[in-house]
Protein backbone atom coordinates (compact mmCIF):
# COMPACT_ATOMS: atom_id res chain seq x y z
CA UNK A 1 0.00 0.00 0.00
CA UNK A 2 1.50 3.82 -0.54
CA UNK A 3 1.96 5.74 2.13
CA UNK A 4 3.09 9.10 3.61
CA UNK A 5 5.05 10.11 6.65
CA UNK A 6 5.03 13.57 8.89
CA UNK A 7 7.90 13.40 10.76
CA UNK A 8 7.01 16.72 12.72
CA UNK A 9 3.76 16.79 15.09
CA UNK A 10 4.37 20.66 15.12
CA UNK A 11 5.99 22.95 13.53
CA UNK A 12 6.71 26.97 14.89
CA UNK A 13 7.36 30.04 13.13
CA UNK A 14 7.57 33.47 13.71
CA UNK A 15 5.52 35.32 11.26
CA UNK A 16 7.36 36.73 7.91
CA UNK A 17 10.01 33.92 7.84
CA UNK A 18 9.62 30.74 5.54
CA UNK A 19 7.61 27.68 6.53
CA UNK A 20 8.43 24.71 5.58
CA UNK A 21 6.31 21.14 6.28
CA UNK A 22 8.01 18.24 5.60
CA UNK A 23 6.47 14.96 4.10
CA UNK A 24 7.64 11.93 2.93
CA UNK A 25 6.17 8.84 0.54
CA UNK A 26 6.49 5.64 0.12
CA UNK A 27 5.19 4.44 -3.40
CA UNK A 28 5.47 1.81 -5.97
CA UNK A 29 4.37 3.56 -9.46
CA UNK A 30 4.15 6.73 -9.68
CA UNK A 31 3.31 8.59 -7.00
CA UNK A 32 0.14 11.35 -6.83
CA UNK A 33 0.79 13.37 -4.02
CA UNK A 34 -1.55 16.21 -2.14
CA UNK A 35 -1.64 18.61 0.66
CA UNK A 36 -4.58 19.61 3.10
CA UNK A 37 -5.00 21.75 5.42
CA UNK A 38 -7.46 21.75 8.61
CA UNK A 39 -8.29 25.26 10.36
CA UNK A 40 -10.24 24.76 13.50
CA UNK A 41 -13.35 23.58 13.65
CA UNK A 42 -13.58 22.97 10.03
CA UNK A 43 -13.01 20.48 7.36
CA UNK A 44 -10.13 19.79 5.40
CA UNK A 45 -9.46 22.00 2.04
CA UNK A 46 -7.42 20.87 -0.86
CA UNK A 47 -4.29 22.83 -1.11
CA UNK A 48 -2.21 21.71 -3.96
CA UNK A 49 -1.42 18.25 -5.79
CA UNK A 50 1.42 16.77 -8.14
CA UNK A 51 0.74 14.48 -10.62
CA UNK A 52 2.95 14.68 -13.24
CA UNK A 53 4.97 17.47 -14.84
CA UNK A 54 7.01 20.08 -13.01
CA UNK A 55 8.75 19.20 -9.66
CA UNK A 56 7.70 22.37 -8.12
CA UNK A 57 3.69 22.59 -7.69
CA UNK A 58 1.69 26.24 -6.83
CA UNK A 59 -1.00 26.02 -5.19
CA UNK A 60 -3.68 28.32 -2.61
CA UNK A 61 -2.95 30.97 -0.45
CA UNK A 62 0.65 30.99 -1.59
CA UNK A 63 1.76 27.81 -0.51
CA UNK A 64 3.70 25.40 -2.77
CA UNK A 65 5.51 21.83 -2.33
CA UNK A 66 8.54 20.28 -4.50
CA UNK A 67 8.48 17.21 -5.36
CA UNK A 68 11.95 15.40 -5.05
CA UNK A 69 12.41 11.53 -6.50
CA UNK A 70 15.55 10.65 -4.78
CA UNK A 71 14.37 11.89 -1.73
CA UNK A 72 10.92 10.40 -1.60
CA UNK A 73 9.70 13.65 -0.24
CA UNK A 74 7.19 16.19 -1.15
CA UNK A 75 7.51 19.46 1.48
CA UNK A 76 5.08 22.06 1.74
CA UNK A 77 6.61 25.41 1.40
CA UNK A 78 5.57 28.92 1.61
CA UNK A 79 7.84 31.92 1.83
CA UNK A 80 6.95 34.24 4.41
CA UNK A 81 4.14 32.84 7.00
CA UNK A 82 0.94 34.33 8.19
CA UNK A 83 -0.72 33.78 11.59
CA UNK A 84 -3.17 32.83 10.16
CA UNK A 85 -1.74 30.01 8.29
CA UNK A 86 -2.00 28.54 11.75
CA UNK A 87 -3.86 25.13 11.30
CA UNK A 88 -3.15 21.43 10.96
CA UNK A 89 -1.44 20.36 7.67
CA UNK A 90 -1.76 16.81 6.06
CA UNK A 91 -0.07 15.20 3.24
CA UNK A 92 -1.40 12.63 1.03
CA UNK A 93 -0.85 10.00 -1.35
CA UNK A 94 -3.47 8.16 -3.86
CA UNK A 95 -3.52 4.40 -2.62
CA UNK A 96 -6.07 3.51 -5.16
CA UNK A 97 -7.96 5.02 -7.90
CA UNK A 98 -9.89 6.90 -5.22
CA UNK A 99 -8.58 6.47 -2.01
CA UNK A 100 -6.66 8.89 0.17
CA UNK A 101 -3.65 7.80 2.43
CA UNK A 102 -3.21 10.29 4.90
CA UNK A 103 -0.26 11.16 7.26
CA UNK A 104 -0.78 12.19 10.57
CA UNK A 105 -0.80 15.67 10.22
CA UNK A 106 1.53 18.66 11.37
CA UNK A 107 0.42 21.46 13.46
CA UNK A 108 1.75 24.81 12.40
CA UNK A 109 1.88 27.30 14.65
CA UNK A 110 2.91 30.96 13.82
CA UNK A 111 3.26 33.78 15.88
CA UNK A 112 3.09 37.43 15.46
CA UNK B 1 -22.91 27.08 -3.90
CA UNK B 2 -23.13 24.86 -0.43
CA UNK B 3 -20.24 22.99 0.48
CA UNK B 4 -20.56 19.46 2.20
CA UNK B 5 -22.30 19.67 5.28
CA UNK B 6 -23.09 17.05 8.50
CA UNK B 7 -24.70 16.82 11.63
CA UNK B 8 -24.80 17.28 13.96
CA UNK B 9 -21.64 18.67 14.86
CA UNK B 10 -21.55 17.44 18.08
CA UNK B 11 -22.73 14.44 19.66
CA UNK B 12 -21.97 12.69 23.42
CA UNK B 13 -23.26 9.75 24.06
CA UNK B 14 -23.13 7.01 26.53
CA UNK B 15 -21.41 3.73 25.82
CA UNK B 16 -23.50 0.70 24.52
CA UNK B 17 -26.02 3.90 23.02
CA UNK B 18 -26.40 3.09 19.05
CA UNK B 19 -25.52 6.63 16.89
CA UNK B 20 -26.33 8.29 13.71
CA UNK B 21 -24.14 10.77 11.76
CA UNK B 22 -25.05 12.36 8.62
CA UNK B 23 -23.54 13.87 5.55
CA UNK B 24 -24.83 16.04 2.78
CA UNK B 25 -22.58 15.84 -0.22
CA UNK B 26 -22.64 18.60 -2.75
CA UNK B 27 -25.11 18.81 -5.39
CA UNK B 28 -23.60 16.44 -8.73
CA UNK B 29 -20.37 15.00 -6.46
CA UNK B 30 -21.29 11.29 -7.21
CA UNK B 31 -18.39 9.96 -4.89
CA UNK B 32 -18.55 10.08 -1.09
CA UNK B 33 -16.25 8.87 1.66
CA UNK B 34 -16.46 8.65 5.34
CA UNK B 35 -12.90 9.10 7.33
CA UNK B 36 -12.67 8.80 10.79
CA UNK B 37 -9.67 11.67 13.08
CA UNK B 38 -8.90 10.49 16.21
CA UNK B 39 -6.86 12.93 18.37
CA UNK B 40 -3.31 13.22 17.22
CA UNK B 41 -3.59 11.16 14.14
CA UNK B 42 -4.25 11.04 10.41
CA UNK B 43 -7.40 10.38 8.31
CA UNK B 44 -8.80 6.51 8.70
CA UNK B 45 -10.45 5.80 5.74
CA UNK B 46 -13.80 4.23 6.54
CA UNK B 47 -15.88 3.60 3.44
CA UNK B 48 -16.62 5.23 -0.11
CA UNK B 49 -19.67 5.22 -2.31
CA UNK B 50 -20.04 5.90 -6.02
CA UNK B 51 -22.93 6.10 -7.98
CA UNK B 52 -25.21 2.70 -7.54
CA UNK B 53 -21.59 0.50 -7.48
CA UNK B 54 -21.29 -1.18 -4.24
CA UNK B 55 -19.91 0.78 -1.58
CA UNK B 56 -15.85 0.02 -0.94
CA UNK B 57 -16.27 -1.05 2.96
CA UNK B 58 -12.99 -2.04 3.70
CA UNK B 59 -12.27 0.58 6.08
CA UNK B 60 -15.22 -0.03 8.73
CA UNK B 61 -13.08 -0.78 11.90
CA UNK B 62 -16.38 -3.50 13.26
CA UNK B 63 -19.36 -4.88 12.27
CA UNK B 64 -20.87 -2.35 14.57
CA UNK B 65 -20.29 0.63 12.22
CA UNK B 66 -22.33 0.78 9.11
CA UNK B 67 -23.18 3.41 6.36
CA UNK B 68 -25.60 3.78 3.81
CA UNK B 69 -26.32 5.90 0.94
CA UNK B 70 -29.34 6.66 -1.27
CA UNK B 71 -28.53 7.19 -4.61
CA UNK B 72 -26.20 10.32 -4.95
CA UNK B 73 -27.39 12.39 -2.04
CA UNK B 74 -27.63 12.06 1.88
CA UNK B 75 -25.68 9.44 3.62
CA UNK B 76 -25.86 7.97 6.96
CA UNK B 77 -22.80 6.62 9.17
CA UNK B 78 -24.39 4.54 11.74
CA UNK B 79 -22.23 3.22 15.05
CA UNK B 80 -24.05 0.61 17.10
CA UNK B 81 -23.38 -0.38 20.60
CA UNK B 82 -20.69 2.84 20.95
CA UNK B 83 -17.81 1.85 22.90
CA UNK B 84 -15.01 5.06 23.96
CA UNK B 85 -12.71 4.09 21.51
CA UNK B 86 -15.16 5.03 19.49
CA UNK B 87 -14.94 8.98 20.28
CA UNK B 88 -13.09 11.03 16.82
CA UNK B 89 -14.38 13.24 14.33
CA UNK B 90 -15.90 11.66 11.62
CA UNK B 91 -14.99 13.53 8.32
CA UNK B 92 -17.34 13.02 5.41
CA UNK B 93 -15.87 14.15 1.82
CA UNK B 94 -17.49 14.31 -1.77
CA UNK B 95 -15.96 14.52 -4.64
CA UNK B 96 -16.96 14.34 -8.74
CA UNK B 97 -16.64 11.48 -10.69
CA UNK B 98 -13.76 10.13 -12.38
CA UNK B 99 -10.79 12.59 -12.99
CA UNK B 100 -11.46 14.94 -9.76
CA UNK B 101 -11.77 11.79 -8.08
CA UNK B 102 -8.69 10.73 -9.90
CA UNK B 103 -6.54 13.93 -8.82
CA UNK B 104 -7.49 13.47 -5.11
CA UNK B 105 -9.58 16.51 -4.77
CA UNK B 106 -12.54 15.78 -2.36
CA UNK B 107 -14.24 18.49 -0.97
CA UNK B 108 -14.87 17.65 2.95
CA UNK B 109 -17.66 18.85 5.47
CA UNK B 110 -16.63 20.48 8.59
CA UNK B 111 -16.93 17.07 10.58
CA UNK B 112 -19.01 15.81 13.67
CA UNK B 113 -17.36 15.10 16.47
CA UNK B 114 -18.50 12.01 18.75
CA UNK B 115 -17.83 11.80 22.55
CA UNK B 116 -18.83 8.22 24.05
CA UNK B 117 -18.93 8.66 27.85
Known amino acids: AQSVAQPEDQVNVAEGNPLTVKCTYS??????LFWYVQYPNRGLQFLLKYITGDNLVKGSYGFEAEFNKSQTSFHLKKPSALVSDSALYFCAVRDTDYKLSFGAGTTVTVRA | GAGVSQSPSNKVTEKGKDVELRCDPI?????LYWYRQRLGQGLEFLIY????????KSGLPSDRFSAERTGESVSTLTIQRTQQEDSAVYLCASSLRGAQALRGEQYFGPGTRLTVT
Open chain 2, 27 to 31: SGHTA
Open chain 1, 27 to 32: VSGNPY
Open chain 2, 49 to 56: FQGNSAPD
